[in-house]
């Protein structure tokens, strides 16, 4: 049973998920699945997007590859769906209620903060810059720059080693089951957050995280 902490005081590091945990996003990746099949002419088996998310896009691109298209490449597979999202995440995308608040309040506590994301790094920067977060997370940590996905604690460690903060005084900020259970499974302290896009249901998250919260504004309250 996940030890549930009384406040989080002692937080020194902070690795925050990217869609769904600040931004409202991920409603895109449950769509963009779809529509990049339907433009290549193929009709999508049913609940073929809740894997898609689940997925980096080299692990995405390569489930496609080995049970659509064969003579795809993953790079080619990659570059055709981050067209799709270019636009998005460059003009549209907005942030979650009050995370940038919560940022100011983190960066003066002196927190280490960097980025943990299944999204491609060019597009994290565009969209972080453009809504003027970028300066309080000093590094962004991909799926694909680290070579695994979030069924894997890898890109919590690499970020960790970067942070240099303890284990047990860094937290992970995470909407999504999946990626919290692989968190949890690797000892990490956990801040799940809700996303409407998570089916699963929220007691069960709520089972694997050390704190939930359904806003930013709810946060606080772990705070003296």
Same mark, same amino acid.
């Given at each position: 049973?996940?030890?549930? *902490?009384k406040?989080m005081?002692?937080?020194?590091?902070a690795?925050?998920?990217?869609?769904?945990t600040?931004?409202?996003?991920m409603?895109?990746?449950?769509?963009?699945?779809?529509r990049?099949?339907k433009?290549?002419?193929?009709?999508?088996?049913p609940?073929?997007?809740?894997?898609?998310?689940?997925?980096s896009?080299?692990?995405?691109?390569?489930?496609?590859?080995?049970?659509?298209?064969?003579?795809?490449?993953?790079?080619?597979?990659?570059?055709?769906?981050?067209?799709?999202?270019?636009?998005?995440?460059?003009?549209?995308?907005?942030?979650?209620?009050?995370i940038?608040?919560?940022?100011?309040?983190?960066?003066?506590?002196?927190?280490k903060? *960097?980025?943990?994301?299944?999204?491609?790094?060019?597009l994290?920067?565009?969209a972080?810059?453009r809504?003027?977060i970028?300066?309080?997370?000093?590094?962004?940590?991909? *799926?694909?720059?680290?070579?695994a996905?979030?069924?894997?604690?890898?890109?919590y460690?690499?970020?960790?080693?970067?942070?240099?903060?303890d284990?047990?005084?860094?937290?992970?900020?995470?909407?999504?089951?999946?990626?919290?259970e692989t968190?949890?499974?690797?000892?990490?302290k956990?801040?799940?957050i809700?996303?409407?896009?998570?089916?699963?249901?929220?007691?069960?998250?709520?089972?694997?995280c050390?704190?939930?919260?359904?806003?930013y504004?709810?946060?606080?309250?772990?705070?003296?």
């Amino acid at each position: 049973m996940i030890n549930k *902490c009384k406040n989080m005081n002692d937080i020194k590091g902070a690795i925050f998920d990217l869609d769904g945990t600040v931004f409202d996003s991920m409603h895109i990746w449950s769509e963009i699945g779809i529509r990049f099949l339907k433009e290549k002419g193929i009709e999508p088996e049913p609940g073929i997007e809740d894997e898609f998310v689940k997925m980096s896009m080299t692990q995405a691109a390569e489930y496609y590859i080995k049970n659509i298209d064969p003579n795809e490449t993953v790079l080619g597979v990659v570059e055709a769906v981050n067209k799709l999202v270019e636009g998005f995440y460059y003009n549209e995308v907005l942030l979650k209620d009050g995370i940038k608040e919560f940022l100011e309040f983190l960066k003066q506590k002196d927190v280490k903060m *960097c980025v943990a994301t299944a999204t491609d790094k060019h597009l994290v920067e565009k969209a972080l810059i453009r809504s003027g977060i970028r300066d309080y997370f000093s590094e962004i940590f991909t *799926c694909t720059s680290v070579g695994a996905g979030k069924d894997s604690p890898v890109i919590y460690d690499k970020a960790l080693e970067f942070l240099g903060t303890d284990k047990n005084n860094t937290y992970i900020f995470e909407d999504a089951l999946y990626a919290i259970e692989t968190a949890n499974k690797a000892g990490y302290k956990i801040l799940g957050i809700k996303d409407i896009s998570e089916k699963a249901d929220p007691e069960t998250v709520k089972s694997f995280c050390n704190f939930y919260i359904e806003s930013y504004s709810d946060i606080y309250k772990y705070f003296d």
